[in-house]
T-cell receptor, first 115, second 114 residues
């Protein structure tokens, strides 16, 4: 059972609000990721991190930002939410040892709706 | 750049029947290959993965997949599906090391008929 947690699971907010989606993992993984998933579409990587103080932008351009101050914590922030940000956001982490190499462990997702 | 194609958007199968979900990848070398399953409102769960060695890989929930280099394919199979297998299935590829995440296909939505 993967130990990666996302909050909130569901969020409905108005345009212009600042929001932070939380992601925490207890597996000690160095690598963490944020994917954006629209219904019926593939997952698109928007941010990733190799470890503390490391953040990189993914394949899909996103107006969100991330931080990695602690190994276990990788929050995603939208400074001013817009309806185009409505989507599901999935956090994942991966280890580098043995059988875990390359495998992503996912949280249950945060479904964001911006009105 | 690597890419993953899942040609079937939807597949409907009767309960107890066999299943095959197709996945083709584009990558020069032998990639790491994965199949994930996503139930409604949930995150993704790993079904199985291929790194090297035996090209037939066994996974959880009775699933298996076969890597065919000549066809650049990694199709997922199950001999007899259960109603609980209804979900979204994603094939994914990694160029190696998982440094910048996996590249996912668009997914195949599996519907189980009673």
């Amino acid at each position: 059972e993967a130990d990666i947690y996302q909050t909130p699971r569901y969020l409905v907010i108005g345009t212009g609000k600042k929001i932070t989606l939380e992601c925490s993992q207890t597996m000690g993984h160095d690598k963490m990721y944020w994917y954006q998933q629209d219904p019926g579409m593939e997952l698109h990587l928007i941010h990733y991190s190799y470890g503390v103080n490391s953040t990189e932008k993914g394949d899909l351009s996103s107006e969100s930002t991330v931080s990695r101050i602690r190994t276990e914590h990788f929050p995603l922030t939208l400074e001013s939410a817009r309806p185009s940000h409505t989507s599901q956001y999935l956090c994942a982490s991966s280890g580098t040892s043995g059988s875990e190499t390359g495998e992503l462990f996912f949280g249950e997702g945060s479904r964001l709706t911006v009105l | 750049a690597q890419s993953v194609t899942q040609p079937d958007i939807h597949i409907t199968v009767s309960e107890g029947a066999s299943l095959e979900l197709r996945c083709n990848y584009s990558y020069g070398a032998t990639p790491y290959l994965f199949w994930y399953v996503q139930s409604p409102g949930q995150g993704l769960q790993l079904l199985l993965k291929y790194f090297s060695g035996d090209t037939l890989v066994q996974g959880i929930k009775g699933f298996e997949a076969e890597f065919k280099r000549s066809q650049s394919s990694f199709n997922l199979r199950k001999p007899s599906v259960h109603w609980s297998d209804a979900a979204e299935y994603f094939c994914a590829v990694d160029s190696g090391g998982g440094a910048d995440g996996l590249t996912f296909g668009k997914g195949t939505h599996l519907i189980i008929q009673p």
